[in-house]
């Protein structure tokens, strides 16, 4: 008596499989790129409490308020930008355009011809240096999003 067993490649039904799950990795990787960015902006220092005073119109002196000491507050060049009123930090996001491509940035979209303020703050401009954040983030995340994306 012969036992024959039969073994049939489905090739499409595998690829589909895998493909599947090389976009939920992905999907995952782009979510840990998205958190780290978004953890790694710095914070201007604390105000001191020592009663600053700035100048108003008519040469009178008024106290300056904590949001006016942050607004002045810059980080240093090839630093994270600091957050003065998280409106880059709350628009870093990803997007998946196709099945293989995930893209990881800011959502915030260029005001009339003077570019985006995320990208002059990621490559600095001719008035300022970059205080980039993307591209550190990548670099500092390389290794942790092939491990996510390739399932070990």
């Known amino acids: 008596m012969n036992i024959v067993g039969k073994l049939v490649w489905r090739a ?5 499989q895998v493909e599947a799950r090389v976009q939920q990795n992905m999907d995952r990787a782009a979510i840990y790129l998205v958190n780290d960015v978004v953890t790694h902006f710095g914070s201007p220092s ?5 009663g600053l005073l700035k100048r108003r119109r008519g040469g009178d002196f008024t106290k300056l308020k ?7 507050q810059s980080s240093a060049p090839g630093d994270p930008p600091f957050v003065q009123t998280g409106m880059l930090r709350r628009s870093i996001t990803w997007d998946a355009p196709s099945k293989l491509v995930r893209l990881v940035g800011s959502a915030l979209k260029p005001q009339g011809e003077k570019g985006s303020y995320a990208l002059c703050l990621e490559y600095g401009t001719s008035k300022m240096q970059a205080r980039p954040y993307l591209r550190p983030a990548l ?8 491990r996510i994306i390739s399932g070990h």
């Open 12 to 16: 499409q039904a595998v690829m589909d």
């Open 46 to 50: 604390p105000m001191p409490d020592i």
């Open 66 to 72: 904590e949001k006016e000491w942050r607004g002045m």
């Open 139 to 146: 670099a500092r995340c390389k290794a942790t999003l092939f």
